[in-house]
């Protein structure tokens, strides 16, 4: 990587990092002030402002001992010394500073003007400590105009500290703002000196500062996500400081790229608002779905292990593109500016040699696709042109308008015909027909089985598998017994044998799972800069910061056995039929087992229920729409873009998965996946739709309780046995359900409704238990509650009909027939008036609720059934 394009990003990266320390933090004494106030700090009426940028300077001295030693080099990547880079953005005077100076304003949507009007900017220092970031989440409406325009307008914020599973969540303002400045400043003071502590575990700081600030990069996501950018003045305080400072150091990198390459390194010209700089480049994979669910071939052999890999390599597939792409455009990572679910968007600097690499990644990356997995998935890039003034408040949404349009239009070009049309050549050569070789894969039952993966690690007593397959089962074992993910060039040769891919991703990323006391010989490849990644894939929220190492939370939750399941007569039960895999603590659960665990058991070990598995999908309702016009004109930023987009993936990606780790009856529901917007998850059938109105009801609340902001979901329960795909449709199916009928609405047992009511028919399952636990009205009459739900449903469709068939209106009688029936079965067990009494109440409030929810009273009914049976 160029040198100088690295320090550019980083410097403005590091620009604001004043703003997380204050003055005595950092130990900045007079004689220091005195001796660099003129350096970095405007001055203006008599004395000096925008102290933080000093601060800033403070910092990278001060922490020189715990940051790579480049920083403070002289003459590393260029002569401008990244100090002064990083600190004069208040004060530039040579183009390099320009560069960050500007990045710095566009990155908040400012124009030239803007910048240094009075009010602004940090000029004035009140109690700034006191300020806590605001929701976007409370402010976005599609209807109206929602108003905040102040802090004052708001009810919500989040609370200062490091990103955490409850600290994600917003609370009351008036609950949190600190209201004395010194409660203030050491809340900061505790933050700072924990970041610090994260800071000093930070790994391969003297070997390689470009998977250094990589990592570093996660530990200010942690650490600064909760911190505004700005706040004093008349600013919301809505954009976190990690936020602002990576979408600065993208558009620093795409500025002084653009100018570099045109050798227009000039102040004049670093200054130009109209000039098209930049490139806004968009990733989109495409066939995702059937790439994960399709292709399971009759064997349940690895099921769940392979669609663990399938989903993980998926994530693998998202971020090396976008890696790929940035090394060949000459990008550090942090010119991905949005990433989640399979989708990127890479802000570079619109050059020739940019145009050139996107066309050439996107050719490589598809071919190998195309040879890979036959073309089920393929890659599709769209590219925008544009220059400071598209993202200047006001006008980004016309630009955000123009990247979205240019990505729909690619998805419907998505192939160079030209020259993947046609069959795949040598497509029959692949497969091998020998005496003891199978030539299809087993597993996948359409790709070419491969003589090397078969009986190789991981896949022992399989007779025939492709390698992409065998690929697969690797990833879904390793990821759930190891935590750190290496990824390396594809020539550096056989790191582990068995350990690796069998198919580098793209041809050129090798990955392995790096193990306790291999660390001696990672190092050495890190020195020759020949490890890209070094992740750790762990979402324990106590790991985040001490993770040492970049943190993707790429994982997610995955039910293992634990030691007293061993003696589960649910699962002994059922040991037979499995995936024919070594059943011992801490190896993850078949799906079999999973639905097994939907059984209820009692202290003698007799167990009752459906054992079946609750297939659950999930997504936000209308993003696209709240993403393009959530937010007024005005205020709608790449940056607020940046923090909506990162927010919501917390939701799915972090807290969703602490929630099926730390809350016990949700232990044994695995994720297929969580993030972006969306999450698909696999569970015991009667814990999803827990699950599923837990999810609501969180979700609600991280949004602020926003009534424009919802989910919709669908539930749908199957046998395990059932083929995934099958599985996967019928989720798909109810959730369109929800979708189809209004959205913000939950599918079960095919009956939709709105999450209030759902809600409200949880509280008359209870009326039911209690009815059946106290013999109120027997098993038989319950069952019989169907029939009546049928005729209930089928005379509400009759409402607003002109004409009905005399054979239609049977169901009409549905009311004496239940009057009938409970006159006869309720309250056996009574008798005289307390029986009487007892019935008259069973009726009322079953014809109340029969004509209040029709159909969707099968919700708790046959929840009922299925769980006592
Ligand atoms: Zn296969």
């Known amino acids: 990587m160029d040198q ?27 004689q220091y002030f005195r001796g660099n106030a003129d350096l970095y700090l405007p001055f203006r009426d008599g004395r000096h402002t925008h102290q933080h940028s000093l601060y800033t300077a403070a910092f990278i001295e001060s922490l020189r001992d715990q940051l790579p030693v480049e920083l403070n080099s002289p003459g590393w990547g260029g002569e401008e010394s990244f100090i002064n880079l990083a600190a004069c953005h208040h004060k530039p005077e040579t183009p390099m500073q320009w560069v960050i100076a500007v990045a710095d304003r566009v990155s908040s949507g400012w124009d030239r003007d803007m910048f240094e009007s009075p009010g602004a900017q940090d000029s004035a220092p009140r109690d700034y400590q006191k300020v806590r970031l605001v929701p976007i989440f409370e402010q976005v409406a599609i209807k109206a105009d929602s108003g905040f325009d102040s802090l004052e307008s708001f009810r919500y914020c989040y609370p200062l500290s490091a990103v955490s599973p409850d600290g994600i969540f917003p609370v009351l303002r008036k609950d949190a703002a600190e209201t004395d400045a010194k409660g203030a400043k050491n809340a900061y003071r505790k933050l700072f000196d924990e970041f610090i502590e994260g800071l000093g575990t930070l790994r391969h700081r003297d070997l390689d500062v470009a998977l250094w600030f990589e990592h570093f990069d996660s530990l200010m996501m942690t650490f600064t996500s909760s911190i505004p950018a700005a706040r004093a003045g008349k ?36 200054n130009g608002y109209a000039d098209k700089k930049f490139l806004v480049i968009n990733g989109a994979f495409r066939g995702i779905q059937k790439f994960l669910f399709g292709g399971f071939s009759n064997t349940a052999k690895y099921r769940s292990k392979i669609l663990r890999g399938r989903s993980f390599s998926i994530s693998l597939l998202t971020e090396l593109a976008a890696d790929m792409l940035c090394r060949e455009i000459g990008l550090p990572f942090s010119s991905v500016i949005l990433n989640a679910a399979g989708k990127f968007t890479i802000l570079a600097p619109n050059t020739q040699g940019t145009k050139a690499a996107v066309q050439g990644v996107s050719r490589k990356i598809n071919d190998w696709l195309i040879h890979s997995t036959l073309g089920e998935i393929i890659i599709t890039f769209s590219s925008t042109e544009a220059c400071c003034n598209d993202f200047v408040s006001g006008r980004f949404p016309k630009l955000w308008d123009e990247i979205v349009q240019s990505m729909v239009e690619k998805k419907f070009e998505s192939l160079d015909l030209e020259r993947h049309s046609g069959a795949i050549s040598g497509y029959l050569d692949r497969f091998v027909n020998e005496p003891d070789h199978s030539p299809v894969c087993s597993i996948c039952g359409k790709r070419a089985s491969s003589r090397e993966a078969r009986n190789s690690g991981y896949v022992k007593n399989v007779r025939s598998i492709c390698g992409l397959c065998r690929d697969h089962v690797f990833l879904g074992t390793s990821l759930v017994r190891e935590n750190y993910l290496v990824v390396i060039p594809a020539d550096i040769g056989t790191h582990t044998g068995d350990g690796e891919l069998f198919e580098p991703i793209f041809g050129s990323y090798q990955v392995f ?30 790991s985040l910061s001490k993770a040492g190492v970049t943190v993707k939370l790429i994982s997610g939750y995955v039910p293992k056995y634990a030691p007293e399941d061993l003696n589960d007569p649910r699962i002994l039960s059922n040991i037979e039929g499995d995936e024919g895999q070594e059943i ?41 729409v709240l993403m393009a016009c959530g937010l007024k004109e005005d205020r709608f930023t790449i940056s607020r873009l940046a923090t909506f987009s990162r927010q919501l993936n917390n939701y799915f990606a972090f807290y969703l998965p602490h929630l099926l780790r730390s809350e016990e009856r949700f232990h044994d529901v695995y994720t297929v996946f969580a993030g972006g917007d969306d999450l698909f998850l696999i569970g015991p059938w009667n814990r999803t739709v827990e699950l599923a109105m837990k999810i609501n009801e969180t979700f609600n609340a991280y949004v602020c309780c926003n009534p424009e902001v919802h989910l919709s979901a669908g539930i749908s329960i ?16 109810a959730l369109e359900s929800s979708k189809n009928t209004g959205r913000n609405r939950f599918t079960l047992f095919g009956e939709t409704a709105e999450w209030k009511t759902v809600k409200r028919l949880a509280s008359v399952r209870r009326s039911f238990e209690e009815w059946l636990d106290t013999g109120l009205v027997s098993r038989v009459f319950f069952h019989r509650l169907n029939e009546f739900i049928r005729m209930a449903a089928l005379e509400r469709q009759f409402v607003g009909r002109t004409e009905i068939h005399l054979s239609e209106m049977a169901c009409t009688k549905w009311r004496s027939f239940l009057a009938y029936a409970v006159e006869r079965n309720v309250g056996k067990g009574l008798k005289g008036d307390d029986r009487k009494k007892a019935a008259a109440t069973v009726l009322m409030e079953l014809t109340a609720w029969l004509m209040e929810y029709e159909g969707k009273l099968k919700i708790p009914v046959w929840s009922i059934m299925y769980d006592r049976r």
């Open 235 to 270: 600013v919301v305080p809505d954009v976190s400081l990690y936020d602002h400072s990576r979408i600065t150091a993208a558009l620093a990198a795409a500025i002084y790229g653009f100018h570099a390459q045109n050798g227009t390194v000039t102040t004049e010209a670093i």
């Open 718 to 733: 199957n046998k395990p046995h059932t083929p995934i795909d099958a599985m996967a449709e019928a989720a798909e199916t």
């Open 513 to 542: 799972f790096s193990k306790k006391g291999e660390e001696d010989s990672i190092e050495e490849l890190v020195r020759k800069h020949r490890v890209f990644k070094y992740w750790a894939l762990s979402a324990e929220p106590h």
């Open 4 to 30: 100088t394009i690295l320090k550019v990003a980083m410097a403005a990266f590091f620009h604001d990092i004043g703003k997380f320390a204050d003055r005595e933090t950092l130990g900045v004494n007079e």
């Open 584 to 624: 011992e603590a801490g190896v993850p659960k078949t799906l079999n087992h999973i639905a097994c665990m939907a059984l209820n058991v009692d202290g003698d070990g007799k167990a009752w229920g459906v054992e079946a598995l609750g297939i659950l999908k999930a997504d936000v309702d209308h993003l696209g």
